[in-house]
């Protein structure tokens, strides 16, 4: 399977706002996703398959220290590995960009996420009580770091 990773434009944002509706219970605005086109330390990246928007990656690079805001992918793209194609290159934008780590939030009880993010070499590294709401529940900080 062909997934094709290129940078987030305004063409892609009413694509990944249905992912984000699909996919969380608080999901970024096309606005939201939008204001993130003219910001100078986000990096958002869009994965495609055969033409059509499978999953993106958002995230933050403040002072060589990235920080993941959301990876989602669609429904029936699903276990075709868009979100570990995703996450490598992240990986590789930032390591070009000379930053040390990234980090991330995920809900405590989403196994599958937790599974990836190590199977992608990262690190469990503390606990955000309280962090998430609808419903209230922590977030597992984890970190993965650059050499």
């Known amino acids: 399977m062909n997934i094709e990773i290129s940078k987030m434009t305004e063409a892609d944002i009413k694509n990944i706002a249905k992912i984000e509706q699909e996919c969380f219970q608080d999901p970024w605005s096309e606005k939201s996703l939008f204001e993130e086109l003219e910001n100078p330390v986000a990096d958002f990246f869009v994965a495609k398959i055969d033409g059509e928007t499978a999953g993106y990656i958002g995230?933050?690079?403040?002072?060589?220290?990235?920080?993941?805001?959301?990876?989602?992918?669609?429904?029936?793209?699903?276990?075709?590995?868009?979100?570990?194609?995703?996450?490598?290159?992240?990986?590789?934008?930032?390591?070009?960009?000379?930053?040390?780590?990234?980090?991330?939030?995920v809900r405590e009880s989403n196994e599958n996420a937790i599974a990836l993010y190590r199977k992608c070499g990262f690190s469990e590294v503390g606990l955000r009580k309280n962090f998430y709401s609808h419903p209230t529940e922590n977030a597992v900080l984890m970190t993965k770091t650059l050499e």
Do not use: D, P, Y
């Open 59 to 105: 995230s933050f690079n403040v002072v060589g220290e990235v920080s993941i805001t959301n990876v989602a992918v669609g429904e029936k793209f699903r276990k075709k590995g868009v979100a570990t194609r995703l996450l490598e290159h992240l990986e590789k934008v930032s390591r070009e960009k000379n930053a040390e780590f990234i980090t991330l939030e």
